[in-house]
């Protein structure tokens, strides 16, 4: 049976850690990992995030997490000396489509801030050296994302992200973010929202030494994984659709613009973590609604920086919407 890769390598590592071929100390590093496993970033990245939420490995003042309990000190050659026992099982079923699901989505991305194109599967599929199944299937994990749609003849197309697309994500978002999470508070384990506040209180003190991929992590904190804990399955799913905008940030900042001069949000997903573990669900709500309107302003700021200081980047799977 198929596993997500995050999952894979979630296990993987867990067990190194266990049984202390990954000894205490290790700085686990996305990028080392990624490369020995053969992955993209986003997985590894993703896999990460749940250690450190199972309390194996903790974030410090510096990249990485470390493996060990808080305090303990980090021996960043560990990874180097250990990385080879790093294995993905050798019988899972690899899902090729994210070896580049990341490299894909940051220039679907980048394009979406100049208006729509098509995406000629075949070309996409000769890029990535794939077959066209999985190139299909690294559009497919985009569509959701509301990064990418089907037009009235099913060809792909990158959905553009101007003033007016990113106006009508952030009413959607307003309407329905803030009554989904509501709905979530009684049902967010509580240790569970003190493991999100414990990793949102270390980027801070460590900000601006985080990168826009950590701050994406926060991101999903709030935005997708308490949000999963609503019981109104619709909501949920229809929010996914906003999530380009998250991803926007991703993608850009610190690589094509500047990191904020002051951190962007965790103190305001501060107050609305509290909130919630104090069953305040109306409270939450109404942060969290404040909360969207201050981003909305920020996107949009950076989506116009975006649009005046770059120009769309030519690839060999775009092509132009002739009717």
Same mark, same amino acid.
């Given at each position: 049976?198929?596993?997500?890769?995050?999952?894979?390598i979630h296990d993987a590592l867990r067990q190194g850690i266990e049984d202390q071929s990954i000894p205490t100390g290790t700085v686990l590093l996305e990028g080392p990992?990624?490369? $020995?496993?053969s992955v993209s970033r986003a997985p590894v990245r993703q896999a990460l995030a749940f250690i450190e939420t199972d309390g194996l490995a903790h974030r410090f003042d510096?990249?990485?997490?470390?493996?060990?309990?808080?305090?303990?000190?980090?021996?960043?050659?560990?990874?180097?000396?250990? @990385?080879?026992?790093?294995?993905?099982?050798?019988?899972?079923?690899?899902?090729?489509?994210?070896?580049?699901?990341?490299?894909?989505?940051?220039?679907?991305?980048?394009?979406?801030?100049?208006?729509? !194109?098509?995406?000629?599967?075949?070309?996409?599929?000769?890029?990535?050296?794939?077959?066209?199944?999985?190139?299909?299937?690294?559009?497919?994990?985009? =569509?959701?994302?509301?990064?990418? &749609?089907?037009?009235?003849?099913?060809?792909?197309?990158?959905?553009?992200?101007?003033?007016?697309? +990113?106006? =009508?994500?952030?009413?959607?978002?307003?309407?329905?973010?803030?009554?989904?999470?509501?709905?979530?508070?009684?049902?967010?384990?509580?240790?569970?929202? /003190?493991?999100? @506040?414990?990793?949102?209180?270390?980027?801070?003190?460590?900000?601006?030494?985080?990168?826009?991929?950590?701050?994406? &992590?926060? /991101?999903?904190?709030? %935005?997708?994984?308490?949000?999963?804990?609503?019981?109104?399955?619709?909501?949920?799913?229809?929010?996914?659709?906003?999530?380009?905008?998250?991803?926007?940030?991703?993608?850009?900042?610190?690589?094509? @613009?500047?990191?904020? /001069?002051?951190?962007?949000? !965790?103190?305001?997903?501060?107050?609305?973590?509290?909130?919630?573990?104090?069953?305040?669900?109306?409270?939450? /709500?109404?942060?969290?609604?404040?909360? @969207? %309107?201050?981003?909305? +302003?920020?996107?949009?700021? $950076?989506?116009?920086?975006?649009?005046?200081?770059?120009?769309?980047? *030519?690839? *060999?799977?775009?092509?132009?919407?002739?009717?």
């Amino acid at each position: 049976m198929k596993q997500s890769l995050y999952k894979l390598i979630h296990d993987a590592l867990r067990q190194g850690i266990e049984d202390q071929s990954i000894p205490t100390g290790t700085v686990l590093l996305e990028g080392p990992i990624a490369e $020995r496993m053969s992955v993209s970033r986003a997985p590894v990245r993703q896999a990460l995030a749940f250690i450190e939420t199972d309390g194996l490995a903790h974030r410090f003042d510096g990249r990485g997490l470390i493996v060990g309990p808080v305090n303990t000190l980090p021996d960043r050659d560990l990874l180097g000396q250990v @990385i080879g026992a790093i294995a993905l099982p050798q019988d899972h079923v690899a899902f090729s489509w994210q070896t580049f699901a990341e490299d894909l989505e940051a220039k679907v991305v980048y394009q979406a801030f100049f208006g729509s !194109m098509r995406i000629n599967e075949v070309e996409l599929a000769r890029y990535y050296n794939v077959s066209r199944s999985t190139a299909r299937d690294a559009l497919i994990h985009l =569509e959701p994302l509301g990064l990418v &749609e089907k037009d009235a003849s099913f060809r792909w197309m990158v959905v553009p992200l101007d003033k007016a697309r +990113i106006a =009508e994500l952030y009413q959607l978002r307003d309407l329905l973010e803030p009554v989904t999470l509501r709905q979530a508070v009684p049902h967010v384990p509580r240790a569970t929202l /003190e493991s999100m @506040i414990e990793r949102h209180e270390t980027a801070l003190r460590r900000y601006p030494a985080v990168t826009a991929g950590e701050l994406y &992590e926060l /991101e999903l904190d709030l %935005h997708v994984r308490c949000l999963e804990y609503s019981p109104n399955t619709t909501f949920v799913k229809v929010l996914r659709r906003t999530h380009c905008l998250l991803t926007l940030s991703k993608q850009i900042m610190g690589i094509r @613009i500047d990191m904020p /001069e002051y951190e962007p949000f !965790m103190n305001e997903h501060l107050r609305i973590f509290r909130r919630m573990l104090n069953g305040d669900d109306t409270g939450a /709500e109404l942060a969290l609604r404040g909360h @969207i %309107h201050a981003s909305a +302003i920020k996107v949009d700021e $950076r989506a116009a920086v975006m649009r005046r200081r770059y120009v769309a980047t *030519p690839q *060999p799977f775009f092509q132009p919407i002739t009717g």
